[in-house]
């Protein structure tokens, strides 16, 4: 859950990036070594939001630019 100037969000799903490179842990869990590429989130404030390809009540949230200092 995030909490965003008093309003609260409920992350339901994450899409993955498929750039960065992944490490298999598993038969069922890969280990992505990268930010996500946006991540779906549904709250109160986005009951009546309704994008095309998205979930009715969703928001996609996405990076703009992404820095990583080494």
């Known amino acids: 859950m995030f909490l965003v100037n008093g309003a ?12 960065p490179p992944g490490h298999r842990v598993n038969a069922d869990t890969i280990l992505h070594l990268g930010p996500p590429a ?18 009715a009540g969703t928001v996609l949230l996405a990076p703009v630019s992404i820095k990583i200092d080494c």
């Open 8 to 19: 609260r969000y409920t992350a339901l799903d994450v899409v993955l990036d498929q750039t």
């Open 38 to 55: 946006g991540i779906v989130l549904a709250s109160e404030t986005t009951r009546d939001c309704d994008f095309v390809s998205m979930p």
